[in-house]
């Protein structure tokens, strides 16, 4: 005999799915939502329901988007000659919040890893290619994430598109503001080192 | 503009509002829930909908239930002649999981706190003193949270039930199994120095 209601076991297995929410968390968060009440459930519940119903893939940068194509493809004014490379759609975000990028994106979905069996094909490498096909992209920014994946991949689409003659570029390694030099590690240290620049 | 579907940053902020969610958390979930495909998202969206649907409180434990009384109090197999009184729900699902406790149940949700104004007259207080009127319970076992809350509310509880005559006790403070004695803190050390017994 269980001392969980049904509908609340269904709720902890369906949070305990998601990435980072173990049991305990997933038991945690269902009793909050029992308490909270009615209305924290349900407006979670319908934003969850809508989820698909609304997005989409941009058919040009891979991300996802209210419509095809996406607000960022779509927009006059930004930058056609420079496409920023990245891996998730979350990455668009983190750019953005930058404000100072004004080109476009194409969003990978993921990055080359023999080692769990990625390879360029399980990629939008494919749609990025033919984006540079008619010869307005001059850049192509490379901001994988500074991990031997991340690498990789950046290297692999080097190769591709270097010898089309179109410039490609990656994002600078360094200590990241506000750390400490002490407390970096030797490989931050390292490419500090090697990207140092004239002051 | 913005780069996030709104369907995506209204779930971001549904999942926000979840405790211990920060907004970066929330974004990965969402990002992961798009991903993952419509199953995943439909049947958390499901789960969270009947929630409240099919879960009520027990009149006599004021436990989370399917049913009225719920299932520890209408079991005959329980030893009626004990309560233990807790908490939180998830409480009662932690002394089920030891195996070792045939008794009943009570949650107070919640405890004592001056410092968040909440009284005795804010738990279920009440209705645990109604059960102990027809003098059956003879054993009131005070399992509230080992802080200061807990301990004050267990206090309370005490002064108000050895009166009538019941036993009432507390859990055991000491050292958890499996931990370190170097590592133990002061005051725990010294709970399990006061509460040492001959072996």
Chains 1, 2 share one sequence.
Do not use: W
Request: charged share 25%; net charge negative.
């Amino acid at each position: 005999m269980s001392a969980t209601p049904k509908a609340v076991s269904r709720l902890i297995e369906a949070f305990s799915r998601l990435p980072g929410i173990g049991p305990k968390t997933a038991s945690r968060l269902a009793y909050h939502l029992l308490r909270a009440g009615r209305e924290d459930a349900q407006s979670l519940s319908q934003a969850l329901a809508e989820l698909h119903e609304h997005t989409m893939f941009c058919s040009v940068c891979c991300n996802i988007s209210e419509s095809d194509p996406c607000d960022v493809c779509s927009d006059p004014h930004r930058d056609r000659t420079m496409i920023c490379v990245v891996e998730e759609p979350l990455d668009v975000l983190a750019i953005e919040n930058t404000g100072r990028y004004k080109g476009l994106y194409h969003v990978l979905h993921g990055h080359i890893s023999p080692m769990e069996r990625i390879g360029p094909d399980e990629l939008h490498i494919r749609e990025l290619m033919r984006r540079l096909e008619d010869g307005t992209i001059q850049e192509v920014i490379v901001a994988t994430n500074p991990t031997l994946e991340g690498d990789a991949t950046g290297m692999f689409l080097s190769r591709l598109i270097g010898p089309m003659g179109v410039r490609v570029t990656r994002l600078a390694l360094g200590l990241p503001r506000g750390g400490d030099l002490e407390y970096a590690d030797r490989v931050t240290l390292a490419e500090a080192l090697a990207g140092r620049r004239a002051i």
